[in-house]
């Protein structure tokens, strides 16, 4: 019985939360290791967990403290590890105009839909594949079967938000003329359709609360797909970037929640170290989430 007694002590001791771990996270001053996620003490120099260097350095173009193994300033976006492709994470020489490995060039590429110069595969302004790396990423989620329900549940959401609502009595009678008006014009022209019910899901004729209510029930599924393409660390920051972009479902507003701080940035671009994960979270003017680049 003693040893039984001991040894379910230690299964629960095993798998008891750390309670610094939990402190530290709702602490003001976080100290995340970039190569781990472990959160130290804020005054410590490396990590409890795996040794890493928890140092600081100067941005070289704007001054700012930045993370000893971070390849990107946070503060003035500028892409600060010389020796590794920003496109691929590849190991690039002092002297080399285009990565060894993917071919891409070390200054960047001009995005042919917004014109935007990038030294990242995915155009941070508009999201267009910039690479054949990109195009390769974003093919093999185009493949997934979530990709298809995920799209579809942007553009009901983005089309919602559209939707005026129809409160008063002369608003639901002039929706409904205009509706009897598009049936008799589709009758006369022959065109097959599908009458429209009422509260029907494309939120036409809906009061401010039932629209509101369908909003957020959209919004929800929404969020609910966004999550289980949670992205989990991967050693690799380009790579990570890439992984994360080739998953934004486009004409959304979205916000990129990285797990190195927890902040909201418009995209894994913009994060010092996106290898640490994150996810996609919608920016509705609904919820909380701020982005914290446009501070």
Known sequence: ??????????????????????????STSINRCLKCGFINE???????????SLSYRTCPYCGSSVP?????????KNYLANDICSFCG?????????????GSPR????????????????????GTALNELARKQLDQFKQQPL?????????????????????????????????????????????EFDLPKNNSINGAGLDSKLLGELIQMKRDLFQRMLDSLEMNS????????????????????????????HAIHSGPYSCACPQLGGKWVILDGRSEHKIVDEE
Do not use: T
């Open 1 to 26: 019985m003693e040893q039984q007694y001991k040894g379910r002590q230690k299964a629960l001791e095993k798998n008891k939360p750390d309670e610094k771990q939990a402190v530290r996270e709702h």
């Open 42 to 52: 804020s005054s410590a120099l490396y990590c409890e967990k795996c040794g890493a």
């Open 68 to 76: 000893e193994e971070a390849d990107l300033c946070e503060h003035c």
């Open 90 to 102: 590849a190991k690039m020489g002092e002297n080399d105009a285009f990565c060894p490995e993917c």
């Open 107 to 126: 200054r960047g590429i001009v995005c042919p839909v917004c014109h935007s110069l990038s030294v990242f595969s995915f155009c941070p302004r508009c």
């Open 147 to 191: 990709y298809k329900k995920i799209s579809e549940a942007a553009k009901e959401l983005e089309n919602l938000l559209h939707v005026e609502p129809v409160d008063s009595l002369l608003q639901k009678e002039k929706e409904k003329k205009n509706a009897e008006l598009r049936e008799r014009v589709l009758r006369l022209l022959n065109v």
């Open 234 to 261: 991967i050693d690799n920051p380009a790579m990570a970037r890439n992984y994360a972009m080739a998953r934004r479902p486009l004409g959304s507003s979205l916000g990129w929640k990285c797990n190195y701080k």
